[in-house]
């Protein structure tokens, strides 16, 4: 899927950002000390049926990305998603920042390694010397 996300943030008319952006989704600093925190809440204006259209189309398209390629993207769709029925302002600038992680990494490669050299073979080693010991 190398053209997925050039082909999709063309399509979304998505510009390029000034600076990288390396976080898809927004941090909250945690005030230690804190019993309760509460989450923010957001009183910015909603969208209009454009934007709307906009926020579900960004959900639609990165989900699939994020499921088949890139589960890094997950938690801002989440948390995109949770807003789209009625979505702020503050929920288009999540998608503007999603958007920007995309454009700034286009292409998610996950590998997988072995750490360790498989352990059934030096058990079963092990038993062989342990059997031989006992025959013996």
């Not at 952006?21 to 005030?31: F, L």
């Not at 920007?100 to 050299?117: E, G, K, M, Q």
Request: glycine content about 4%; overall charge positive.
């Amino acid at each position: 899927m190398p053209e997925y996300i050039p082909k999709n943030l063309t399509k979304l008319g998505h510009k390029p950002p000034l600076r990288p952006q390396h976080a898809p989704h927004a941090w909250n600093k945690p005030v230690y000390g804190q019993k309760i925190q509460y989450a923010n809440t957001d009183t910015s204006e909603k969208l209009d049926a454009k934007g709307i259209k906009r926020v579900q189309s960004i959900t639609g398209t990165f989900l699939y990305y994020g499921r088949a390629q890139n589960p890094l993207i997950l938690p801002a769709l989440n948390e995109i998603s949770n807003q789209q029925a009625s979505p702020m302002v503050l929920t288009r600038a999540a998608c503007d920042q999603l958007l920007d992680y995309l454009h700034t990494h286009p292409n998610a490669v996950i590998r997988f390694s072995v750490l360790y050299p498989m352990q059934p073979t030096l058990f079963c080693q092990r038993l062989a010397v342990v059997v031989q010991h006992f025959l013996l």
